[in-house]
Every structure is written in structure tokens, then in C-alpha cells.
């Protein structure tokens, strides 16, 4: 499985990007795919998650209410619409999947085994 991620960007706060992550090769049709985030010197974060069967959704409390993940299974395509954007939102944005991961261990980082190539978002103030 091969995972890309692109719409990353210079935004100024208060605005908005939509991320996008395409899937190719095997595709999933069980556990999660995610959005983690990772800024200089520290470990990559959980920032959204969707659970593929089914519509459940999962967030940050640091992004709930202005990030949405969302899916289109026909093109093998998660994204990620980020409104009302904050310079701490500033990060490289990654996107995961873990076919085999529970609830549980959703917003772990080692629970992915899929990664894409991330892209980077600043957010200026």
C-alpha cells in the first residue's frame, strides 16, 4: 500500500486547507485511516481519524470542532479539511493507515503501519 499525501501550504490563521491522502495498491476495508502531525523536536501527534467501516469519526481535542476528516472509498482518498487555522496548527501533516487497529489504540502512532510521505502546513499569525 502506497499512501500520498499533498494540499499542504502557506495559510495565514483564520484560514483554511483541505489535505488530501491517496491510497494506492491494496486497499482496506476494516480499521482506521488517520492524520497525525509532527513538529521539530517532538513526536508525532493523532489528529483525526475515520473508522472505514462505518462513518465514526475521531478527533484531537486541540482540533475538534475545526478540523473534519472525511472519506470518498471510490477514489481510495481520505481527507482532511482544516478551517479556522491557528499558528500552532503549523506542522507536517501525515497520513496513516492501520487496517488491523482497534479502538482502542486508534490515536497511536504505532498502531499505523502505513504512512504517507507527509506535507508540510504553516500557518502564520
Known amino acids: 500500500v502506497q499512501l500520498q499525501a499533498f494540499g499542504g501550504g502557506l495559510v495565514q490563521a483564520g484560514g483554511s486547507l483541505r489535505l488530501s491522502c491517496a491510497a494506492s495498491?491494496?486497499?482496506?476495508?476494516?480499521?482506521?485511516m488517520a492524520w497525525f502531525r509532527q513538529t521539530p523536536g517532538k513526536e508525532r501527534g493523532f489528529v483525526a481519524a475515520?473508522?472505514?467501516?462505518?462513518?465514526?469519526?475521531y478527533y484531537a481535542d486541540s482540533v475538534r470542532g475545526r478540523f473534519t476528516i472525511s472519506r470518498d472509498n471510490a477514489k481510495s482518498t481520505v481527507y482532511l479539511q482544516m478551517d479556522s487555522l491557528k499558528p500552532e496548527d503549523t506542522a507536517v501533516y501525515y497520513c496513516?493507515?492501520?487496517?488491523?487497529?482497534?479502538?482502542?489504540?486508534?490515536?497511536?502512532?504505532?498502531?499505523?503501519?502505513?504512512w504517507g510521505q507527509g506535507t508540510l502546513v504553516t500557518v502564520s499569525s
Open positions: 475515520s473508522r472505514l467501516r462505518g462513518s465514526n469519526t
Open positions: 496513516a493507515a492501520a487496517p488491523n487497529a482497534i479502538l482502542s489504540s486508534l490515536r497511536l502512532e504505532r498502531a499505523y503501519g502505513y
Open positions: 495498491g491494496r486497499t482496506f476495508s476494516s480499521g482506521f
